[in-house]
């Protein structure tokens, strides 16, 4: 099994560029850069825009872009264009979900589907099928630097155990303490960020997250 490591820069000072040209400098091991577009309605916090997320260059670093928005449906063709590799959104901000996921992988991008700790897994269960990853919120969404809930761990294991193909990624609170309690609940894609920037050498951080 192999696990996959998205470095979240939320965490950062991301208001100025130039700390985060050079913080994905850092990650050069990591296989994303996680990006949490929040719009201050579906969330209290506003963060990037697509020309935001455009500027950032990330070389063979892919771009994980996770809407935290009312409506994704109005940007998620400008995110594409932004260069995003892996797409989410979360179900509760849209009304039609299937049709959107459709859209995202018609375009040729990983197309997920962001699930709270507060969502039951029943709620999403007919977009199971369509989606190439789910995100499992592992805090409540919106802020970095939170602790692990760990009522999510069940959740993971129940979603590993009723598509064990489905790709898995885990968002929040994701630390070497943690790393190792969710990989073997099913998680195949670990975003973090404080863990990893905070961290002497984020290189380090992402090889000691991905060896769980
Ligand atoms: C939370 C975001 C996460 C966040 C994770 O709303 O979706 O991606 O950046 O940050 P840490 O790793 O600090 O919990
Ligand atoms: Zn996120």
Redo the contacts with the bound molecule.
């Keep these: 099994m192999i696990i996959k490591v998205a470095a ?4 950062l000072d991301w208001s100025d560029k130039t700390v985060v040209d050079q913080a994905v400098l850092r990650v050069s091991n990591a296989d994303f850069i ?1 990006f ?1 577009v ?1 719009d201050g309605k579906f ?1 209290k916090d506003k963060t990037f825009d697509p020309a935001f997320v455009k500027s950032i260059s990330t070389g063979l670093i892919k771009k994980d872009v ?1 809407l ?1 928005v009312k409506q994704p449906e109005k940007l998620v063709d400008k995110f594409i264009d932004a260069g995003a590799s892996m797409l989410s959104f979360h179900a509760e901000a849209t009304k039609s979900p299937a049709k959107l996921i459709e859209k995202i992988k018609s375009k040729g991008v990983m197309a997920g589907i962001a699930i709270n700790p507060s969502t039951a897994l029943t709620k999403v269960d007919k977009l199971l099928d369509k989606v190439d990853f789910v995100l499992m ?1 592992t ?8 602790k692990l809930i760990e009522s999510t761990i069940k959740k993971i294991k129940s979603l590993a155990k009723k598509k064990p193909d489905l790709l898995i990624e885990v ?5 070497a303490g943690t790393a190792h309690e969710v990989i073997e609940a099913g998680a195949d894609i670990l ?6 920037f905070n961290s002497t050498d984020p290189k380090i951080a992402v090889d000691i997250l991905r060896n769980s």
Aim: glycine content about 16%.
């Design positions: 979240s820069i939320l965490s996680h949490d929040m969330v996770h935290m919120m805090v409540k969404p919106g802020k970095p630097g939170q968002d929040g609170g994701i630390n975003v973090a960020g404080s863990y990893i």
